[in-house]
């Protein structure tokens, strides 16, 4: 999906270190989010963002920050960074029905 | 409490034939869209298909449609004639009301044997 950058796509991290994952969106969409899946599960909200400006604890937000810095970025920030952080990230935007997904970023916590 | 549940961690469906892909969900809103999303091994999500709370005719896109039992809070993601590119793990989720929180099922994972 064009429309939806996600950076990086891979990572590996030392317990404790901190990382800011970033994610950007091109159509005009108010509403973003940030979901884990782990392995053979389903999406797991941590953040979402109805429109700029505002932020929302998801299903898991423990241990994550996010920042909606204008309509087109949403980062989702790891203060220290634990094994349990493991998984795969995913950013979404939203408008009205249409959705779409950046690429993922999987990130490994050692 | 889990608003989204799929309940059928995988199957597997001959080539040609149809599947029918349980979803069943949990709120108090009037106002709420339920959708699927497709994601193929190399792990993108494709949004697949909507349908709204009010919308009274069933949801269909191609090969896909949605059937939708609002009285059981039921929202079925039908595939007809399905092809081995359909094999893929398939996610319901659901947006309530006027909040923009998207929430996910637990997957079902299809299986296409030719």
């Known amino acids: 999906n064009a429309g939806v950058t996600q950076t990086p796509k891979f990572q590996v991290l030392k317990t404790g270190q901190s990382m800011t994952l970033q994610c950007a969106q091109d159509m005009n969409h108010n509403s973003m989010y940030w979901y884990r899946q782990d392995p053979g599960m389903g999406l797991r909200l941590i953040y979402y963002?109805?429109?700029?400006?505002?932020?929302d604890k998801g299903e898991v937000p423990n241990g994550y920050n996010v920042s909606r810095l204008n309509k087109r970025e949403f980062s989702l920030r790891l203060e220290s960074a634990a094994p349990s952080q493991t998984s795969v990230y995913f950013c979404a935007s939203l408008r009205g029905v249409m959705t779409f997904f950046g690429q993922g970023t999987r990130l490994t916590v050692v | 409490a889990q608003k989204i549940t799929q309940t059928q961690p995988g199957m597997f469906v001959q080539e040609k034939e149809a599947v029918t892909l349980d979803c069943t969900y949990d709120t108090s809103d009037q106002s709420y869209g339920l959708f699927w999303y497709k994601q193929p091994s190399s792990g993108e999500m494709i949004f697949l298909i909507y349908?709204?709370?009010?919308?009274?005719q069933n949801a269909t896109e191609g090969r896909y449609s949605l059937n939708f039992q609002k009285a059981r809070k039921s929202a079925n993601l039908v595939i007809s004639a399905s092809q081995l590119g359909d094999s893929a793990m398939y996610f319901c989720a659901m947006r309530e009301g006027s909040d923009y929180k998207l929430s996910f099922g637990a997957g079902t994972t299809v299986t296409v044997r030719a």
């Open positions: 963002s109805a429109s700029e400006g505002t932020t």
């Open positions: 349908q709204g709370s009010y919308d009274e």
